[in-house]
């Protein structure tokens, strides 16, 4: 294999900008960060389109932008409200650096973006891709913005062995989009390279037939189109295991708890949840679903029964630890799965009932909340999906 990337002449530089703006001038997605060349529109969309969809991501920018319409508005938001607005998107770090980087620009730079490149890549949480939209798209600066779909159309066109999963491989990419970048449309070519990777130049069946760049791929005149880019394989996710617990109150209430201030998911409001390790969770799996093989499927109940079962032993021992006095229901409601960047989730939802006239003292973390005022907390993706167990069967 050569790994020597293909080197072109000016022609064909020039070929390669005509014919990628003349498509994207045609056939450019019409999105609402596309509206105008605000640098804070532009940054705030790029940081939201780390690791989240176009279509996902679109609500999320309206309401993040009327509640936060400048960047001293940012600077300046409560933290429980920044988190709200996020809520959904995860990676949490992301709107808190953000916040950090509106800080700075108050106080250094009369709450504007800077427009020098080294600036912009001072501010937290913005590296060189974003740096580099921001520059090209606001302020026409040649300056390339590399991410995955750039580098996937780049490893194509100039057949560069280089694994995309090594950071030394940025700039090598970075090299290359600044030998070809237009100088006079700089945002656009970004802009039409973030749009033909993420609709033409796919990382599986990339459609060929229709890329305006189809007779410059070197990877396609070798028959290799689906060879690059070259990626090692990505980090296993390490399985955490745990019991949730659904704790309701006699005035319809559920016990939440604050996470810690620092680590995943920071100063955010879930159930109580119990760390268990595999073993265990997997035997209580199978017995749970040996229990939906009878019953079909769990059963929310809004009273405590007399002489109630308890859960089943291997559950009331891990539901125990909480030294809680409540009456849980013989199985769990539901299971919820979830992945982050390093991490898998399982939790098994128990569900259960504080007894009449019990005292529980809760700590400084721990808050009674009803569900109508679920809207007021930050909820991670699991606990969305731990609430939404409970709001599918409060509806059946």
């Known amino acids: 294999m050569n790994n020597q990337p293909i080197e072109w002449n000016q022609e064909q530089v020039k070929e390669m900008q005509d014919k990628l703006l003349a498509w994207y001038d045609q056939e450019k997605r019409l999105l609402p960060w596309r509206e105008n060349k605000d640098p804070y529109r532009i940054w705030v969309s790029e940081i ?29 938001a409560p933290e429980d409200k920044l988190l709200k607005a996020w809520e959904g998107l995860g990676y949490y770090s992301r709107v808190r650096n953000m916040q950090h980087a509106a800080q700075t620009m108050v106080e250094k730079f009369n709450g504007e973006m800077p427009r020098d490149i080294k600036d912009i890549l001072s501010l937290k949480g913005i590296g060189p891709y974003t740096a580099g939209a921001i520059a090209s798209i606001a302020f026409d600066l ?63 069946s ?46 319809g209430e559920y016990l ?56 089943d032993d291997l559950f009331i021992e891990h539901l125990e630890q909480k030294n809680l006095d409540v009456v849980w229901q013989k199985q769990p409601l539901g299971e919820v799965k979830h992945v982050f960047s390093h991490r898998r989730w399982h939790i098994l939802l128990a569900h259960g009932f504080l007894k009449t006239d019990s005292d529980i003292k809760l700590s400084e973390k721990q808050e009674w909340v009803h569900p109508d005022n679920f809207d007021s907390y930050v909820f991670p993706k699991p606990q969305q999906k731990m609430v939404s167990i409970l709001e599918d069967l409060r509806n059946k």
């Open 256 to 311: 939440l708890e604050k996470r810690p201030a620092d680590g995943l998911l920071a100063n955010m409001w879930t159930y109580p949840l119990i760390e268990t390790d595999k073993k265990n969770y997997t035997a209580m799996e199978k017995e749970w679903q040996a229990y939906l093989e009878d019953n079909k499927e769990p059963t929310l109940f809004d009273f405590v029964a007399e002489g109630y079962s308890p859960i």
């Open 206 to 251: 990339p459609k060929i037939e229709i890329d305006p760049l189809k007779d410059l791929y070197e990877a396609h005149k070798q028959g290799r189109m689906e060879d690059f880019p070259v990626k090692k394989k990505k980090i296993k996710t390490v399985p955490l295991y745990y019991v949730g617990l659904a704790i309701k109150n006699e005035l």
């Open 48 to 76: 939201m389109l780390q690791q989240t969809q176009v279509i996902t991501v679109i609500p999320y920018f309206h309401r993040f932008l009327e509640w936060f319409p400048t960047i001293k508005d940012l600077a300046e």
């Open 142 to 204: 040649p300056e390339p913005a590399v991410d995955g779909n750039v580098m996937r159309v780049y490893s194509r066109l100039f057949c560069i062995e280089d694994d995309i999963a090594d950071p030394k491989s940025r700039k090598i990419f970075e090299q290359k989009v600044r030998e070809t970048i237009s100088q006079e449309r700089p945002g656009d070519f970004n802009q039409a390279l973030m749009d033909l990777g993420a609709t033409i130049c796919t990382p599986t």
